[in-house]
């Protein structure tokens, strides 16, 4: 399989050459795709050394599939471009996710989607991912009516710059500012742009994309996304009602039963999911399983994942491996 990193320099897609190497995808040539300025440097991987080479020579090179990771003007403009040349994208910005034509895909959940004509494939937002890999069995079995969704969510997922940022607060050098305000013993409530509506777009990828996801526009979800000087992932305090009701030792069963899902929920001993012990690992952490008391039928859970790996690289990998896994590629 001939692969190509679009952003293969950057967080996301240096993840993704990680996972590619750990979980032995099958590939024969890698395509490391970077801007001009690194064009000519070498890549390790699987103890070779690949040359990153820019997009139009990718795109000549033809290769089988392109996993993306490198902002929504670069996949608008060249995602096509390589589709025509008869390359699989998948992609990991916003760019296509809604567009009705486009599959939206977390393979443990709807890789049943996926065809061989599917030819640019989005990848969802991190928090949008972990929170379907927990919400849909409990869905499945009890249908969901609403969800509302507070996230703590990780510097490293707006990028290198906000990284940067928060290390130089805590070594008291000034520095470029990825945010508006220090973040570092900071919270913001201030995830991406803000929209005409008061919501910030990464809000409203929470509201949008599950039900994309699930089939299923019949549920409401609100979302406050809020950025925390963490580095390990992302963690998500979410409230959800069901249409009917549960009992908590079945809803802890069908998440110990879901591929993908570890519940650590002990109070005797304070187990519960944090972003230190998410990191770098690629399951989706529940615990803080409880009843809401104040209304019927609602549940309150905490879930976290490292946001580069399930949240992004390792999603992309998976999405590519059930696509040569089903012979779509
Ligand atoms: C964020 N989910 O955390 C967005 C993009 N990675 O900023």
């Known amino acids: 399989m001939k692969v190509a990193i679009v952003g293969a320099t950057g967080m996301v897609g240096n993840v993704m050459l990680k996972v590619l190497a750990e979980r032995n995808f099958p590939i024969t040539e890698l395509i490391p795709v970077a801007s001009q300025k690194s064009v000519g440097k070498t890549i390790p991987f699987n103890g070779k050394e690949f040359t990153v080479v820019n997009l139009a020579t990718a795109v000549e090179m033809k290769p089988d599939i392109a ?4 902002g929504g003007d670069t996949s608008m403009e060249w995602a096509p471009k390589f589709a025509a040349a008869g390359t699989t994208v998948i992609d990991n910005s916003s760019a296509w996710r809604m567009d009705p034509t486009k599959k939206l895909v977390v393979p443990e959940i709807n890789g049943d989607v996926l065809t061989s004509e599917d ?50 607060e805590e070594a008291g050098v000034e520095g470029e500012m990825a945010y508006p305000h220090k973040i570092g013993r900071n919270a913001l409530p201030h995830c991406d742009v803000f929209l005409e509506n008061g919501y910030t777009k990464e809000e409203m990828k929470l509201v949008k994309e599950p039900k994309k996801i ?24 979410v409230n959800v009602q069901f249409e009917n009701d ?15 899902i570890v519940v650590q929920d002990d109070l005797a001993t304070n187990l519960y999911p944090m972003p230190i012990t998410a990191h770098e690992k690629d399951e989706v952490f529940v615990g803080r399983i409880r009843r809401d008391e104040s209304q019927e039928n609602t549940l309150n859970l905490w879930i976290v994942a490292d946001n580069l790996r399930k949240g992004a690289a390792t999603n992309t990998v998976q999405i590519a491996e059930y696509l040569v896994a089903h012979k779509l590629v």
């Open 119 to 168: 030819k640019i494939i989005a990848n969802p937002n991190c928090s949008t991912i972990q929170l379907v890999m927990a919400l849909a069995p409990l869905h499945k079995k009890y249908q969901m009516k609403r969800v509302v969704i507070s996230t703590y969510q990780s510097v490293s997922g707006t990028g290198v710059k906000a990284v940067q940022q928060l290390d130089n």
């Open 246 to 260: 549960f009992d908590l030792s079945e809803v802890r069963q069908i998440l110990s039963d879901t591929d993908g």
């Open 67 to 70: 996993l993306f990771s490198a």
């Open 214 to 237: 699930l089939r299923d526009d019949t549920f409401s979800v609100t979302a406050t996304a809020v950025r925390i000087p963490t580095a390990g992932g992302h963690s998500e305090a």
